[in-house]
């Protein structure tokens, strides 16, 4: 095991995953200094032709992913901030996700992009959204929200080996946060949830830069003998229905925390998932915490207005004890 | 190779001649054919045919190599037959079955056949450019002279990543070809309405190398073709190829029933062009240089017995298996 901060493992699964396989390649607006940390150090290490500045042209950058995938590379782009996905949507959406259906098996896509996302920094609507739930409903596009080191590096090792696009969602102010990682080969499979803390009142499924809130708000119920179960599902996209069902058939209550707007978030398609599949399970209505459906404000009481925090996951944990299947409420 | 920016300038010999009106006449007999499938009903999707453009595909692809790669249109059969796509295989996709070269997921707008390395008909407009690129940028890194072409219109030549892929192709000096077929329509809008400037200036303030030739005069386009894919290959960079020409049927085929009263041309205009198809004045070239009516027949019946086999193989195709979708999605998931 070795002590590493979030941003530090990244660096280091683009490092190992370079060395191993020269076709993969690094490029996007500022990798070569990397104003976020994660790429630092990977042009001087690797040279321009796997590491390379590009000019600002998201939609040109998304398209020369698949034109690069398609002769025998497997690019990794980054797009810096995840709002900048929608400037370079026409081929995640419409090339990316479907060229390899479309072209009956033919097309390789072995594409991993980058994007930091999430709020909390004022940073203001265009630079703070969540994009998840606009990705996961393309289907071909795997979708990776670590929250911890050890998954980052796990999870973007898989994906840049991995043979389809898969977009690796970083949580955007946790790069500092430290976790012990394991030597060597680290790699972290999809569609494997991550049972955080274990607990036999509530579920409590938090995603990407939600598992810390919901992590400290379990440390806070315990004090008042609420044992809250938290699993990061670590990938939205495969998403691994059974840990989550499993936890639910033992607590019997589930909360989904997700920095996601409600509507048609993340935590709408896992809400409606387990009552499709676990509605017996359920002592009482499924909880969504999630973020307002606004624009994320600049001024930081206002953007803290509308987004998940400790004390709205608390209140939604206590909720769903109070609350009893068939009573009124 | 047998291109090379060193290589003299020089025109094509009879049996290259010979060899692009074979090109060109199974393009426009595939396309006829498949004019007269759609009307049978036996195309279930859209059908956007080349007609009138044939001298492009054939012209700039007579240089490239199976490794070589190109991207294209929505109006792709001819880049697809042109790059040495198995017409069969086209056939059956365009009509639905599990023998198509797409096994039915993709159908007339989006044939590829990686394998020759043509990376797809695309239904977004201008969406090959950015592939092109990236596909150029690959290229370019293997080092081993292979060049990308794209072929997009002049309706995509609007679009705002023809800017920022002339950009890219040119401060890295990828080995990329950008064919721009001006067949004067961006869908059912003349595109003179809808454009400003000369969509040629757009590449020359990049400082990329144009030409613009008759689109509808194959020797011209096969001459600056080759001008500019050796130029890629010898490390030189992008080039931009302008091709005037003119599409002879509609945007799409049963436009008129779409269109209701509404008309974008009139049938005079289609008639002058008709007076400058691209293989009639092939055929005028070839006789003029002392080529047989007998030769060009063999050609044409080779042709024909070519499209007969594809069209019948097509109809007797089995239909597209209705759950390969699911396992297609996601490569490993079919193993």
Known sequence: MVRRRLIE???DALVEEMARDPKVVVYGEDVELSILGDVRGLHAQFGPNRVRNTPICEAT???????????????????????FLFTGMDAIANQMAKLRLMTGGQMELPITVIASYGAGRSSAAQHSDTPYPVLMNLGGIKVLT??????????????????????????SGRGGDFDEVPDGDHLVPFGNASVLREGGDVTVVAIGRMVK??????????????????????TLVPFDTETVLSSVAKTGRLVIVDEARECCSAASQIAAVVAEHGFDLLAAPIRRVTTANVAIPYAPNAEAQVLPDETRIEAAVRDVLAARRGAAT | MTDDAAQPVREPQTDELLRLYEQMQLIRRSEERLAAGYAAGKVPGALHLYIGQEAVAVGVCAHLDDRDYVTSTHRGHGHYLAKGGDVAAMFAEIWGKREGICRGMGGSMHVADLSKGMLGANGVVGAGLAIATGAALGAQLDGDRKVAVCFFGDGAANQGVLMETLNV????????????????????????EITAGRIADRARAFDVPTHEVDGNDVVAVWRSARESIGHARAGGGPSFLMADTYRIHGHMERELFILGEGRYRDDDEIAEWRAKDPLDRLVGQLVAQGVADEALEELDARVVGLLDAAEAAADAGEAADPTLAERLMFAGAEE
């Open chain 2, 169 to 192: 192709a040119a401060i890295w000096a990828l080995p990329m070809i950008f064919v721009c077929e001006n067949n004067t329509f961006s869908e059912f809008t003349p595109s003179r």
């Open chain 1, 61 to 83: 950058l998304t398209g020369m992913a698949v034109g690069l995938a398609a002769a025998g590379y497997r690019p990794v782009l980054h797009m810096m901030f995840a709002n």
């Open chain 1, 9 to 11: 493992a990244i660096n």
């Open chain 1, 213 to 234: 809130l919901a992590l400290k708000s379990a440390e806070a119920l315990a004090g008042d003998a609420i044992n809250v179960e938290i699993i990061d599902p670590r």
């Open chain 1, 146 to 171: 670590p929250s911890r080191a050890a998954d980052a590096k796990g999870l973007l090792k898989t994906a840049i080996r991995d043979r389809n696009p898969c977009i690796f969602l970083e949580p």
